[in-house]
């Protein structure tokens, strides 16, 4: 009778602490949602400069090559600056 006793106890905690990492996981989500829900919209030059700054750092990284961050740039251009 102790031994199910104590696999209750286990059970019940370990479900329990699921739940909690669940619940603080869906918060972190939902703040983050929120952050970027309620930030103000840039303009396309702000955007394409993030851009910018993001493939340099990915090519410093040699994550890719400056070709490939060329023609990415360009192809972000055409429908960044397109919807100004």
């Known amino acids: 009778?102790?031994?199910?006793a104590v696999r209750y106890v286990t059970r019940t905690t370990a479900a329990a602490a699921g739940a909690v990492?669940?619940?603080?996981?869906?918060v972190a989500a939902a703040a983050l949602a929120g952050s970027i829900i309620f930030s103000p919209v840039l303009d396309a030059s702000a955007r394409m400069d993030g851009v910018s700054e993001d493939l340099r750092r990915a090519v410093q990284l040699n994550q890719i090559t400056e070709e490939q961050a060329?023609?990415?740039q360009a192809r972000l251009a055409g429908q960044i600056l397109?919807?100004?």
Do not use: Y
């Open 1 to 4: 009778m102790q031994h199910n």
């Open 21 to 26: 990492a669940t619940a603080a996981t869906s």
């Open 70 to 72: 060329v023609k990415f």
């Open 82 to 84: 397109g919807e100004a």
